[in-house]
C-alpha cells in the first residue's frame, strides 16, 4: 500500500451482470493506478425480500407486462430532477430501512469516494445526507446510454455518463454543467487491445473459415429463445454460433435441447457463464442479444456489429436507439424476421463493414473540464472536498471505461506461419504461409486472389483499411481500357468488371464491395490496417516475410503489389525513380480526383455531342475531352495546381467523379509530402467548382462534393526486373510464346512540369508481357506487380494502366503458388520455358487472353529514310508519334528546337548537361528554319563536347564518324526527319560505347 493512497468503495448491484461488470471494470482501472479498492453488492445488504423483488420480479415483469413498464417508466420521468417528490422520498425511505447493513458496511469501510454503478445506492444513502450525518463523497456511473429518473439522486457530486446526449438530459433536469463528465461506459480493461479477429479465434480454437455469430442468450424467455433457434436451424449458412447463456442453467437446457438432432452447416455450441467476453467477441462477426448498456459498449468496442432483440423498455429501447442510429445494429423485430435478416447481413460485405466501421466510431473520450480539474492535489492530508476532486481528476483522466480506445479500430490479428519469431528464420519443419502479398491495389487483389484459386495458403497484408487502392482511395473511377478490336484483359480483371456493370466507368463503393467478395470467395486471408509491412530478411539476404507492428507473416513466395514498390525497395529490390534512368530527374504528375454533386448528365453529354468529338467526347457514363480549352486555362492559387482536359465519370448517385487537377512537386515516396499536395489540391477543389460552373455546360449548379481520401500517384519506382519491357517492345508490337498477358494501351505521358502538356508516343496493336518482368532479382523470393514492375519509363505511360496490371499480376500469382509447391524462387520459374507454358496453360483455362504469336508490323513511318534514327531517340523519350504513330519527319525544324534536342541527346544519352547551356550560349535561340550551316555546325560542336568529335566540321567528316547517313548532304533548309539522323548519330556513339 502506498502511502497517501485513496480509498475508493465500489458499490454495484447483481441485477442483470451489467452494474456488477462497471463495477468490476472500474475496480480494475483504479487498482493498476495505485488505488485501494473494494467492491461491494448492495443486495448483499438488503432483507431478502427487497433481493428477489429485484432480481426477479423485475425481470417478470419486463417480460410478462413491457407495456405497463414502459407506462410507469414514463410517467415518473416526466419530470426528472434530483429533488423527490413525496412518493419518491417514501420509496427512499421504504429502501433504506430494507438496506439497513449498507451504510454500516460503508461507515467500516472509510472510503474515500463512493463510487455507485447502480442507482439504488444513492437512493439508500439519500436520507443520510440530508440529516447532515458525515457521509464520504459519491459519484454514479450510469451504465446506460440513457438516464430515467432514478438516477437522478440527491448527494452526488458528480455524473458519470455515456453520451453527451445523456449530459444534455441531465443538464435539462437541472443538474449543473459542471457535476457531469462524458466518459463513456466503464467496460473490462482487456477491451483496450484486443487481438485481430484470427488471432481471437485461434486462441479460442475456433474456426477461422467461418463467420461466428454469438448469440447472448441472457434476459430472453425461453419460448424466444427456441424460436430464435430455430430459424437459426433453416440458415443455410457456413456459421459457427457460439449461445452463451450466462448463469441460467435451465437456458443451457432449453437450447441444447432445441438445437438435438440438428446435422445443417451451421456449427452450434451451447455454453453457461464464459469469462473471455473480450476475446469472443474479438472473434466475432455479429452479436445477436439484448442491448444492455454493458454489452452495448463491449460490442462498440470490439466493433461488433449487433442484431437486437427483445429489449426492455425504458433504458434497452434507448440503447437500442442509439445503436441503429449509429448505424452499427439492426433490430429483430418482428422476431420472425431473425433468419431473414441474418442472411441480409452476411450476404452483404458492404453492409457488414459499414455496420463494423460504425460500431467503432463516435465513442466519447474522456475529458476533464472546470478549473478544479486541472491537475494532481498534493499529497499533504487533504481535506475530504479535496480528496473528491483529486479522484474526480482520476476518473476524467480516464480510468472510467477505456472509451479512448473504443473509437479505434482493435489490433489487427497476428498472423503466424511458424512457432518461433520471424526474426529467427522459419523454424524446422514450419507451416509457413505459401504465398504473402502486400498492399491493397487491384493488382496485389488480383495477384493474392489467383494464387489462393490455385489452392496457395495466402495471405493479403495491408496498412489501408479498405481495399481498392487506386480505384477505392483514389476515386479513380474510369477505366483506361483498351476493348477493340478485342478486350485484351480478361481472366480476373473481366470478372471483377463484370461484378461493377462492365461499363467505362463503375461506382467506387461497387469497386470495393467486388474486391471484398472476391477475396474472401477465393479464401484470402486479409489482415488490413496495420503498421506499414516491413521486410524480414535473414543473415544471407533471403526474404522470409513481413512484420506489420505485431503481426508476422512468414511465406514461401512473397508478392509487392502496394503500388509504389516501398516493401520492394526496402527489402533490397533495385529501383529507378520517375525517369532517372534516361538521364531526367522528372515524372508524371500526379492528381486528385474530387467528386461534384448537381451536374445536369443529359445537358453534358447534349451539349458534348451537339460540339462535336473537337470539343469531347462521350462513351455511356464517360466525358472527356478538351472542352475547348476552358478547363486548362483555369488559374490556381498554387504554381504547383494545374487543370488539364476533363476526363469524367458519372456514378449511379449521380455524383460526377473529375480526374484533371494535376498536382507537382510532391515526393510519393515520403507520406509527408503526399499528404501536403493533398491538401494543397483539396483546397483549391471548391473554386474550381466554381469556375467549371461558369463554362462547361451541365455544370451550372455544380457544388463540390468531396475530394478522394488518397491522391492518384501515377509515377514513382520501376524496377530494375529480371527482364524488362520497353517502349520500342511496345511499338515493335511484340509478342512471343513466353508472354503471359497482353496490352494495347497507348503510350500516353502526362505532363511532367506545369508548363508542358504531356505526351502521346504512340499507340501499339498489341504487345505481350512477360513472368520475368515481375521477378524481383534480389533478394528471392520476391515478385512485384503494378506499375512498379519491370517497365522502362516510356513503356509504362502504357503498362501502368490497371487492367493490364490486374492480368499481369494474375499471372503472377498462379506462378507463385506454383513455385512454392514446387520450391522454386522466381527467377527460376520464370527463366524455366517449361514452367512458363506450364503458368500460360492454367491461365488459359481461368479465361485469360494469351495474345496469338504471329508475325506483327511495327507501327509508325517505318518506310522514311529516318525511321531508324526516329526510334532511337523515341527510345529515351526524345521523338513522339502521337495517337496516330506519325512523327511527322517531313516538317521543317527550327535551329532552337535542334539546339534543344542535341542538349536532351547530351543528357539522356551520355549523361552530360552542360552541353545544352553551351550550345545556346553559342548559337542564341533565334527562331528560324534549321539551315545546313547551322546544323553542320553544331552538330560538330556537340559531338566535340561530349568525346566523339569529328576529325573536322564537314559532312563528309561527320559520314566517317558516323554520325551522319551516307551520302548525307542537305541543300536547303532540315526537316524534322534530318534533324533526327544527326541527333540520332551522335546518340549511336554513346549506346556503342556502352556495349
Known amino acids: 500500500m502506498s502511502p497517501g493512497a485513496h480509498r475508493i468503495l465500489l458499490v454495484s448491484a447483481s441485477i442483470g451482470g451489467g452494474h456488477v461488470a462497471a463495477a468490476r471494470a472500474l475496480q480494475a482501472a483504479f487498482d493498476e493506478g495505485g488505488a485501494i479498492t473494494d467492491h461491494v453488492d448492495l443486495l448483499e445488504y438488503t432483507a431478502a425480500p427487497l433481493r428477489r423483488l429485484y432480481r426477479q420480479a423485475y425481470f417478470d415483469l419486463v417480460r410478462n407486462a413491457p407495456d405497463l413498464v414502459d407506462w410507469l417508466g414514463r410517467r415518473l420521468d416526466k419530470t426528472p430532477r434530483e429533488e423527490k417528490s413525496r412518493q419518491q422520498k417514501l420509496r427512499a425511505r421504504l429502501s433504506r430501512l430494507l438496506s439497513y447493513e449498507l451504510p454500516v458496511r460503508i461507515a467500516e469501510a472509510r472510503p474515500d469516494v463512493v463510487v455507485y454503478t447502480h442507482f439504488l445506492g444513492p437512493e439508500i444513502l439519500s436520507g443520510r445526507v440530508r440529516r447532515r450525518v458525515p457521509a464520504p463523497p459519491q459519484v454514479e456511473v450510469i451504465t446506460d446510454f440513457f438516464a430515467h429518473s432514478l438516477w437522478l439522486q440527491p448527494g452526488l457530486q458528480r455524473y458519470y455518463v455515456a453520451t453527451e446526449e445523456v449530459a444534455v438530459h441531465l443538464r435539462s433536469s437541472g443538474v449543473a454543467a459542471e457535476r457531469i463528465r462524458v466518459t463513456g461506459i466503464p467496460i473490462d480493461p482487456r477491451f483496450a487491445s484486443l487481438p485481430g479477429k484470427e488471432e481471437a479465434r485461434r486462441r479460442l480454437e475456433l474456426p477461422v473459415d467461418r463467420d461466428l455469430l454469438v448469440f ?11 424460436a430464435l433457434l430455430e430459424q437459426l436451424r433453416e440458415l443455410r449458412w457456413p456459421l459457427h454460433v457460439r449461445v452463451v447463456c450466462g448463469r441460467s442453467p435451465e437456458l443451457v437446457t432449453v437450447a441444447r435441447e432445441a438445437l438435438e438432432g440438428y446435422e445443417g452447416p451451421i456449427a452450434f455450441d451451447v455454453v453457461g457463464r464464459i469469462d473471455d467476453m473480450p476475446l469472443l467477441m474479438a472473434a466475432a462477426d455479429l452479436l445477436v442479444g439484448k442491448p444492455g448498456g454493458l454489452t452495448s459498449s463491449e460490442a462498440l468496442a470490439a466493433g461488433l456489429p449487433l442484431a437486437v432483440v427483445q429489449p426492455y423498455p425504458l433504458q434497452e429501447e434507448a440503447n437500442a436507439n442509439v445503436l441503429l442510429e449509429q448505424g452499427a445494429a439492426m433490430r429483430i423485430a418482428p422476431l420472425t424476421t431473425f433468419g431473414h435478416k441474418l442472411r441480409g447481413f452476411f450476404d452483404d460485405p458492404e453492409r457488414r463493414s459499414a455496420m463494423s466501421r460504425a460500431a467503432r466510431a463516435r465513442r466519447p473520450d474522456p475529458v476533464m473540464v472546470g478549473p478544479t480539474d486541472r491537475g494532481p492535489r498534493p499529497r499533504r492530508t487533504p481535506s475530504g472536498r479535496r480528496r473528491w476532486w483529486a479522484l474526480a481528476l482520476v476518473l476524467a483522466a480516464g480510468l472510467l471505461t477505456p472509451a479512448s480506445a473504443q473509437g479505434r479500430p482493435p489490433a489487427a490479428p497476428p498472423v503466424r506461419s511458424a512457432v518461433e519469431d520471424a526474426a529467427n ?49 483514389g476515386e479513380l473511377n474510369v477505366l483506361d481500357l483498351r476493348t477493340t478490336p478485342q478486350l485484351y484483359q480478361r481472366g480476373l480483371f473481366l470478372r471483377w468488371w463484370r461484378r461493377v456493370g462492365e461499363r467505362p466507368a463503375f461506382d467506387v463503393d461497387a469497386a470495393e464491395k467486388a474486391f471484398e467478395a472476391m477475396l474472401s470467395e477465393a479464401g484470402v486471408t486479409v489482415v488490413r490496417g496495420v503498421p506499414t509491412p ?3 530478411l535473414d543473415a544471407d539476404g533471403r ?76 462513351r455511356d457514363n464517360v466525358v472527356w475531352g478538351p472542352f475547348g480549352g476552358y478547363p486548362a486555362a483555369y488559374r490556381p492559387a498554387h504554381p504547383d495546381l494545374r487543370m488539364r482536359g476533363l476526363n469524367l465519370g458519372l456514378e449511379s448517385d449521380g455524383t460526377v467523379l473529375v480526374n484533371a487537377l494535376l498536382i507537382y512537386g510532391a515526393d510519393p ?24 460552373a461558369r463554362g462547361i455546360p451541365g455544370f451550372e449548379h455544380a457544388r463540390p462534393g468531396g475530394v478522394a481520401p488518397e491522391p492518384y500517384v501515377r509515377e514513382s519506382r520501376h524496377l530494375e526486373a529480371q527482364c524488362v519491357l520497353h517502349a520500342l517492345d511496345v511499338l515493335d508490337n511484340v509478342v512471343t510464346d513466353l508472354d503471359v498477358a ?34 524481383a532479382p534480389t533478394p528471392a523470393p520476391l515478385w512485384v506487380v503494378g506499375k512498379t514492375a519491370g517497365f522502362d519509363p516510356i513503356a509504362f505511360a502504357s503498362a501502368r494502366v490497371v487492367p493490364f496490371g490486374m492480368a499481369l499480376a494474375e499471372a503472377v500469382g498462379v506462378a507463385a503458388a506454383r513455385a512454392a509447391a514446387q520450391g522454386l524462387d522466381p527467377a527460376q520459374l520464370a527463366a524455366d520455358p517449361a514452367q512458363v507454358q506450364a503458368v500460360r496453360t492454367v491461365l488459359a483455362a481461368r479465361g485469360a487472353f494469351l495474345p496469338p504469336v504471329e508475325t506483327r508490323a511495327p507501327v509508325g513511318p517505318v518506310d522514311s529514310p529516318y525511321y531508324g534514327a526516329y526510334r532511337v531517340l523515341l527510345s529515351r523519350g526524345l521523338a513522339v508519334g502521337g495517337y496516330t504513330n506519325d512523327p511527322h519527319l517531313e516538317q521543317r525544324v527550327s535551329s532552337v528546337s535542334f539546339l534543344y534536342l542535341l542538349s536532351n541527346v547530351g543528357q539522356r544519352f551520355f ?47 561527320l559520314q566517317r564518324a558516323g554520325l551522319a547517313p551516307a551520302g548525307f548532304v542537305p541543300s536547303g533548309p532540315l526537316d524534322r526527319g534530318e534533324a533526327y539522323a544527326l541527333a540520332a548519330g551522335i546518340a549511336r556513339q554513346a549506346e556503342a560505347s556502352s556495349r
Not at 447472448?216 to 427456441?226: Q, W
Not at 503526399?674 to 469556375?691: D, F, M
Not at 494495347?744 to 512477360?770: C, E, K, M, N
Open 669 to 692: 515516396r515520403d507520406p509527408a509530402s503526399l499528404a501536403a499536395a493533398r491538401q494543397r489540391a483539396a483546397a483549391e477543389v471548391p473554386a474550381l467548382v466554381r469556375y467549371l
Open 911 to 957: 549523361g552530360d548537361a552542360e552541353v545544352g547551356p553551351a550550345l545556346v550560349a553559342r548559337y542564341g535561340t533565334a527562331a528560324g528554319p534549321l539551315l545546313p550551316l547551322t546544323a553542320l555546325s553544331a552538330a560538330y560542336d556537340a559531338a566535340c563536347m561530349l568525346g566523339v568529335c569529328p576529325a573536322e566540321p564537314t559532312w563528309s567528316a
Open 534 to 536: 516491413v521486410p524480414l
Open 742 to 775: 497482353a496490352g494495347g494501351y497507348p503510350l500516353d505521358v502526362q505532363s511532367f512540369s506545369p508548363h508542358d502538356s504531356g505526351f502521346v508516343y504512340g499507340t501499339p496493336d498489341i504487345y505481350g508481357a512477360r513472368l520475368c518482368m515481375a521477378v
Open 216 to 226: 447472448m442468450a441472457s434476459g430472453l424467455g425461453a419460448r424466444d429463445l427456441v
Open 543 to 618: 526474404l522470409l516475410g513481413a512484420r506489420a507492428g505485431d503481426v508476422t507473416v512468414l511465406a514461401r513466395q512473397v508478392i509487392d503489389g502496394e503500388g509504389d514498390g516501398d516493401f520492394a525497395a526496402a527489402a533490397g529490390a533495385p529501383f529507378s525513380f520517375g525517369w532517372s534512368s534516361l538521364g531526367v530527374d522528372q515524372r508524371m504528375a500526379d492528381t486528385l480526383v474530387f467528386a461534384v454533386d448537381g451536374v445536369d448528365w443529359r445537358a453534358l453529354t447534349a451539349a458534348v455531342r451537339g460540339r462535336g468529338p473537337a470539343y469531347a467526347h462521350v
Open 425 to 473: 528464420g522459419p523454424s524446422q519443419g514450419a507451416d509457413l504461409a505459401d504465398v504473402l502479398v502486400i498492399g491493397s491495389q487491384p493488382e496485389a487483389i488480383a495477384a493474392a486472389v489467383a494464387a489462393a484459386q490455385q489452392g496457395a495458403r495466402t495471405v493479403l497484408l495491408t496498412s489501408a483499411s479498405r481495399l481498392g487502392g487506386l480505384f477505392v482511395l
